[in-house]
């Protein structure tokens, strides 16, 4: 099984970039779909972006976003690494929360925005921006 370190949280002024890193370990990032997960204060975990795994040969490294996101956060996966990123640009107070990695052993037929799909969870790394 795989195990997830987030690293890259801080501090960050409105408008201003950040980059969240998950390093992986006991395993190849590429047999797995990999996510980026968000929780807020007081709020439910959300589903940030995917990038689908890389071993099913129907794959084609496809990325899926939250909306909200989708013009401002690029998520990527360095398989000589064995880590993920998450880049986040023009960042405003609602990117504020703990951010989570995620990786689900399911096919690419299976996979969603949903938590329930995700079996590994790294433990998050903080993110917090100021106005």
């Known amino acids: 099984q795989v195990q997830l370190v987030e690293s890259g949280g801080g501090l960050v002024q409105t408008g201003g970039s950040l980059r969240v890193s998950c390093a992986a370990s006991g395993d190849a990032t590429s047999r797995y779909s990999m996510a980026w997960f968000r929780q807020a204060p007081g709020k439910e975990r959300e589903f940030v972006a995917v990038?689908?795994?890389?071993?099913?040969?129907?794959?084609?490294?496809?990325?899926f976003y939250k909306q909200s996101v989708v013009d401002r956060f690029t998520m990527s996966r360095d398989t000589a690494k064995n880590t993920v990123y998450l880049q986040m640009n023009s960042m405003n107070p609602e990117d504020t929360a703990d951010y989570y990695c995620a990786a689900s052993e399911r096919n690419i037929d299976e996979v969603s925005d949903q938590r329930s799909s995700y079996d590994y969870w790294g433990q998050g790394t903080q993110v917090t921006v100021t106005s």
């Open positions: 990038i689908i795994r890389s071993d099913d040969i129907r794959s084609d490294g496809w990325i």
